[in-house]
């Protein structure tokens, strides 16, 4: 089982990923935003970071760059992206998952551990986590504010779409515990076929004890074991 | 006759919430003008065009879709002029 990390200019995540995803796997490349060959990877990583400078729009110039144009590609015929962070900025305007992300509520950049709840473990990227489990990851961002029109958000939740939402540490989900103002306190979500998910905190920051939590191990442990369980995603 | 100059103005749709916005506004209170009753912020880009370029006004709005503007958040409007 093959990762590859995708590095544009300006991510500063994308080490990070590298040895997250080598705890997991033996074979893990880094793949730069100028090719458009994913050097056949099983599962592509969008790393955090700020991409061209987030200029614009955070993730807004990633989106046009050669690889990306190959991870669309990948995602569509259902292969395994995970975006966090910048990442997930970038899927969001690459159209592979719905909404946007808004500068924070507060308007400071955010750098710090938060609780998230495992809201579906029948996703690829969460099957190693317990339902209702709670993981302590850090953030650190300045635009993750998530937000979706309303009948949209109906629409992520009766398709079992939201995969994290921020939590307190007894697993309510309090304003004070979103960190950013996102609606319904959504800390992740998936594409409809579960295979493209963004996240905006940094499971790779939080891998092993040392780093003050290894439950962010857990999302990298679950697409493994989805793999390698023969985990297959229909495309409609 | 074609234009030279788009003026693109892009602004938050409304309903969105705009804590730039938000937090001007407080300042603008907090310095006495109380006459302000809210902001919203937006950006502005000046795209210069090449001369005889026709159709250009429709490839300037595919630019503001697909690039300068998020079309869930925001909003355009285009002023062209020489």
């Known amino acids: ?5 995708v590095t544009f200019p300006g991510s500063n995540c994308d080490y990070d990923a590298y040895t997250a995803a080598k705890l997991v796997s033996r074979e893990v490349e ?23 400078g987030d200029y614009l729009r955070s993730g807004a110039i990633a989106r046009f760059s050669p690889i990306m144009q190959s991870v669309v590609k990948f995602a569509n015929s259902g292969g395994y992206v995970i975006g966090i962070c910048n990442g997930f900025q970038t899927l969001l305007e690459s159209g592979l998952l719905p909404g946007a992300l808004l500068r924070n509520r507060h308007l400071r950049f955010s750098c710090k551990y938060v609780r998230i709840k495992v809201e579906r473990t029948d996703n690829p990227f969460t099957s190693a986590c317990r339902e209702g489990e709670i993981l302590h990851v850090p953030i650190a961002h300045k635009d993750g504010n998530y ?10 939740k009766k398709q079992g779409r939201i995969l994290f939402r921020y939590c307190d540490r007894d697993g ?3 304003d004070e515990s979103n960190p950013n103002g996102s609606i ?15 996240m905006m905190p940094h499971p790779e920051r939080a891998v092993e004890k040392l780093l003050g939590s290894a439950d962010g191990k857990k999302i990298f442990d679950s697409i493994v074991r989805s793999i390698a369980g023969g985990v297959k995603v229909e495309i409609a | ?23 001007i506004h407080k300042a603008i209170l ?38 300068l503007t998020n079309p869930i958040v925001e909003n355009f409007s285009v002023e062209y002029g020489k």
């Open chain 1, 184 to 198: 319904y306190n959504i800390a992740g979500i998936s594409n409809r076929e579960g295979n493209v998910v963004g």
């Open chain 1, 30 to 52: 880094f793949l730069w935003h100028q090719s458009s060959d994913l050097a056949g990877c099983d599962v592509i990583i969008l790393p955090g970071g700020f991409s061209y």
């Open chain 2, 30 to 67: 907090n310095m006495g003008y109380s006459q302000i009753d809210s902001v919203r912020s937006g950006r502005f880009f000046e795209l210069e065009l090449k001369s005889g370029n026709g159709d250009i006004r429709a490839k300037v709005e595919e630019i503001c879709r697909k690039l």
């Open chain 1, 1 to 5: 089982m093959k990762f590859g990390v």
């Open chain 1, 147 to 156: 937000y979706h029109f309303e009948g949209d958000i109906e629409d992520l």
């Open chain 2, 1 to 23: 006759m074609s234009d030279n100059k788009a003026v693109v103005y892009v602004r938050l749709k409304d309903g969105v919430l705009d804590p730039q916005g938000l937090t």
């Open chain 1, 172 to 174: 309510n989900y309090t």
